[in-house]
């Protein structure tokens, strides 16, 4: 069974920074590609970020882009989202994501329906 558990959270004033972490059990963390997603009240789902099974390609929503960094340590099955410059619109719940690869590959995507694995998400709150 995949597990993916989200920390890190919490409340931060505006211009603040956070650290969220995703760790994963199970076998699929060095196969799959990762990504960040993230749900305020009353809005859809938006993608924030995603980065390849090797590292090697991430990328942003135009939103967040050049204040969060995503990175990965397969050696500990951890996927990280530095997120600086916190703005009040960053307030929601993120939800950490894998899609698994059958084949070794570099493909990330944005598209949330292409995750096959979700955590329970994580609120970062954002006061101004």
């Known amino acids: 069974q995949v597990q993916l558990i989200e920390s890190g959270g919490g409340s931060v004033q505006a211009g603040g920074s956070l650290k969220l972490s995703c760790a994963a059990s199970g076998r699929i963390f060095s196969r799959s590609a990762l990504g960040w997603f993230r749900q305020a009240p009353g809005k859809e789902r938006e993608f924030v970020a995603a980065?390849?099974?090797?590292?090697?390609?991430?990328i942003y929503a135009d939103s967040v882009k050049g204040r969060f960094t995503i990175s990965r340590d397969n050696a500990k099955n951890t996927m990280f989202l530095q997120m600086g410059s916190l703005k009040p619109d960053d307030t929601a719940t993120y939800y950490c994501?894998?899609?698994?690869?059958?084949?070794?590959?570099?493909?990330?995507?944005?598209?949330?329906?292409?995750?096959?694995?979700w955590g329970q998400g994580i609120q970062v709150t954002v006061s101004s």
């Open positions: 994501a894998a899609d698994f690869l059958f084949e070794t590959s570099i493909y990330i995507t944005s598209e949330g329906f292409e995750y096959d694995y």
């Open positions: 980065i390849s099974v090797s590292g090697e390609r991430t």
